[in-house]
């Protein structure tokens, strides 16, 4: 059990919009800035966004971060098959002194 | 573009240890913005950081594995290495090793190798 919480499961049809929500405490997100994983079967996780909000270069404008006290969320709009994929938040943790994931989120495109 | 690559046995016997090398290319292991990381991710689970370096050999381990785990740094080789031991079934997994930015973010990973523990 991971001390961020994220829901096991989101879905959406193509267009659409989706939110993915990452929840921990005050000595993980409340403190720290939150990053973003896209994991696709069969590949190794992708950095989608980092400090909260950031993309880096080649991440399309379509993936956005934001965090508020101590959640975390990701919004991915005009949803693409290729989105379908695990989702992943992190944030340093006081209680590990170091990094600490969710649990995943599988994005399922209807 | 810099790229990491595991390598190691794909199958250890309970008990033993398991050994990985990340080498990267690409970029030099020996800058000081950067760590160096382990994560591992078991069949159909999440994932779990494992431990840091830097260049200097500076080491930070997760609390739940640091008393099996040693991670080490060879600049001249422009490689990183994992050692875990005494290990178990529950240590089956996909190990990656990636880059850890300002000890923030991890911005480049490896493919990952499977490791399965298994008489």
């Known amino acids: 059990q991971s001390v961020l919480t994220q829901p096991p499961s989101a879905s959406g049809t193509p267009g659409q919009r989706v939110t993915i929500s990452c929840s921990g405490s005050?000595?993980?997100?409340?403190?720290?800035?939150v990053n973003w994983y896209q994991q696709v079967p069969g590949a190794a996780p992708k950095l989608l966004i980092y400090?909260?909000?950031q993309r880096p270069s080649g991440v399309p404008d379509r993936f956005f971060g934001s965090k508020s006290g101590t959640s975390a969320s990701l919004a991915i709009s005009g949803l693409r098959s290729e989105d379908e994929a695990d989702y992943y938040c992190?944030?340093?943790?006081?209680?590990?002194?170091?990094?600490?994931f969710g649990g995943g989120t599988k994005l399922t495109v209807l | 573009q810099l790229q990491l690559q595991e390598s190691g046995p794909g199958v250890v016997k309970p008990s033993e240890t398991l050994s990985l090398t990340c080498t990267v290319s690409?970029?030099?292991?020996?800058?000081?913005?950067?760590?160096w990381a382990w994560i591992r991710q078991p069949p159909g689970k999440g994932l779990e950081w494992i431990g840091s370096?830097?260049?200097?050999?500076?080491?930070y381990y997760n609390p739940s594995l640091k008393s099996r785990v040693t991670i080490s740094v060879e600049t001249s080789k422009n490689q990183f290495s994992l050692k875990l031991s005494s290990v178990t079934a529950a240590d089956t997994a996909v190990f990656y090793c990636?880059?850890?930015?300002?000890?923030?973010?991890?911005?480049?990973w490896g493919q990952g190798s499977l490791v399965t523990v298994s008489s």
């Open positions: 992190a944030a340093w943790a006081d209680s590990l002194s170091g990094p600490v």
């Open positions: 005050s000595s993980n997100i409340g403190t720290y800035y």
């Open positions: 370096i830097n260049y200097s050999g500076s080491t």
């Open positions: 400090r909260n909000n």
């Open positions: 990636a880059r850890l930015r300002f000890f923030e973010w991890f911005d480049f």
């Open positions: 690409g970029g030099s292991i020996s800058s000081s913005s950067f760590y």
